[in-house]
């Protein structure tokens, strides 16, 4: 079993829908939950952190259940500039590695 | 620039040849990881390292890839005999600290292809 799970999709969704990202991690002694978006070609870069809390960034919603070691991410009235994929990553344990899920493609048209 | 370099951007490598692949962390920035990542996967962890010390190299695949960090700044990543499965976009990230939900900031990646 890989230590972090995404479906891969691709999620086709047409501009203006909402779209549900889950992840799923393995180690129940991860610390630390990003979720990272990747452009085509293009390097990860930081999309938000994640809390147990949830937590909101305008359009997008991150949410944490540790206890059924479970991640997601909802994005709200999708825009084109959204069409990405969408990286679920865990850190191991404090100070330790950063593992990546294989990602989330979304595809937004119009 | 400010932002994590790698060097060389494309790599192309005839199977058997050694290659060495260079990172050139943000300044000050204390974890650096590698990580590969072939076509339409993400990116799989190599190793880790805090300042000099390489803390885990489990993501390693074989004997033949080997990286250092030897003053805590550049780091670089060496593979051995060189096979086509090696192929992928190796890519090197580096973050302040290493403790909670610091960012990590990654290079645009060094694509190698083996022949």
């Known amino acids: 079993r890989k230590e972090v799970e995404q479906d891969p999709g691709p999620f086709n969704v047409p501009e203006g829908a909402t779209v549900a990202f889950n992840c799923t991690y393995s180690?129940?002694?991860?610390?630390?939950f990003f979720w990272y978006r990747q452009d085509c070609r293009k390097e990860p870069k930081l999309l938000m952190s994640v809390y147990s809390s949830g937590n909101e960034d305008g359009r997008f919603t991150a949410q944490l259940n540790r206890a059924s070691q479970y991640i997601s991410l909802l994005i709200r009235d999708s825009k084109l500039s959204d069409s990405a994929t969408y990286l679920c990553v865990v850190m191991r344990q404090a100070g330790t590695a950063l593992i990546f899920g294989k990602g989330t493609t979304l595809s937004v048209s119009s | 620039g400010a932002g994590v370099s790698q060097s060389p951007r494309y790599k192309v490598a005839k199977r058997g040849q050694d290659v060495a692949l260079r990172c050139d962390p943000i300044s000050g920035h204390v974890s650096l990881f590698w990580y590969q990542q072939a076509l339409g996967q993400g990116p799989e962890f190599l190793t880790y390292?805090?300042?000099?010390?390489?803390?885990?190299k489990s993501g390693l695949p074989s004997d033949r890839f080997f990286a250092e960090r030897p003053e805590g700044s550049v780091s670089t990543l060496k593979i051995q005999r060189t096979q086509q499965e090696d192929s992928a976009v190796y890519l090197c990230?580096?973050?302040?600290?290493?403790?909670?939900?610091?960012?990590?900031?990654f290079g645009q990646g060094t694509r190698l292809t083996v022949v």
């Open positions: 390292f805090q300042n000099e010390a390489q803390l885990d």
């Open positions: 990230a580096s973050s302040l600290v290493f403790i909670g939900g610091t960012e990590a900031f």
């Open positions: 180690n129940s002694a991860s610390q630390s």
